[in-house]
T-cell receptor, first 114, second 114 residues
Framework: DAGITQSPRHKVTETGTPVTLRCHQT?????MYWYRQDPGHGLRLIHY???????DKGEVSDGYSVSRSKTEDFLLTLESATSSQTSVYFC?????????????FGPGTRLTVT | AQSVAQPEDQVNVAEGNPLTVKCTYS??????LFWYVQYPNRGLQFLLK??????LVKGSYGFEAEFNKSQTSFHLKKPSALVSDSALYFC????????????FGQGTRLTINP
């Protein structure tokens, strides 16, 4: 999956607990993205990053925060998980030099909030 | 606001027959258009993109897509379907410039019957 790993791959957590998902890339790409996938909605952008410490909100950012302290890592945090955040989360990176950039996706993290 | 519609949740085609997966979009200006494919328990894979120019775009695995500006459509096609083409297909759109903030359709499950 184009040098992208996500951890954990599966997680079950309780409502109200904090959760952090990690995306790690070995490609040194500038742009990184977090999406969630839900039936009937396709994928929706949560947050994205255009460089170290440079992040911005996407379409469904409420209840999520992100951080990027190194080029290779992009963290997604659910400060207080809710059942509506049960989803599959995908990280993506943009491939440079393919204007418009083609995005390469990680394998996903399946999160269940009970 | 940008939006993408895939009017068919599911498409069934016999092996060897031509296939079409439909996509319509709504976005101001001249968008970039993409098709991605997702195999079970995997992240999305890039298939093809439309930038400008020729309305017929060729991509991976023998797929092609036809851009129609007047109908705001970007239908995915293949002349002869394979059983291995069975997967979930997503159409996506983004504006030009900056980070590629993709807006996805809800997905179409394509099943090729032997």
């Amino acid at each position: 999956d184009a040098g992208i790993t996500q951890s954990p791959r599966h997680k079950v957590t309780e409502t109200g607990t904090p959760v952090t998902l990690r995306c790690h890339q070995t490609e040194n790409h500038r742009y990184m993205y977090w999406y969630r996938q839900d039936p009937g909605h396709g994928l929706r952008l949560i947050h994205y990053s255009y460089g170290v410490k440079d992040t911005d909100k996407g379409e469904v950012s409420d209840g999520y925060s992100v951080s990027r302290s190194k080029t290779e890592d992009f963290l997604l945090t659910l400060e207080s998980a809710t059942s509506s955040q049960t989803s599959v989360y995908f990280c993506a990176i943009s491939a440079p030099g393919t204007s418009p950039d083609e995005q390469y996706f990680g394998p996903g993290t399946r999160l269940t909030v009970t | 606001a940008q939006s993408v519609a895939q009017p068919e949740d599911q498409v069934n085609v016999a092996e060897g027959n031509p296939l079409t997966v439909k996509c319509t979009y709504s976005v101001s200006g001249n968008p970039y258009l993409f098709w991605y494919v997702q195999y079970p328990n995997r992240g999305l894979q890039f298939l093809l993109k439309y930038i400008t120019g020729d309305n017929l775009v060729k991509g991976s695995y023998g797929f092609e897509a036809e851009f129609n500006k007047s109908q705001t459509s970007f239908h995915l096609k293949k002349p002869s379907a394979l059983v291995s083409d069975s997967a979930l297909y997503f159409c996506a759109v983004s504006r030009r410039g900056g980070a590629q903030k993709l807006v996805f359709g809800q997905g179409t499950r394509l099943t090729i019957n032997p």
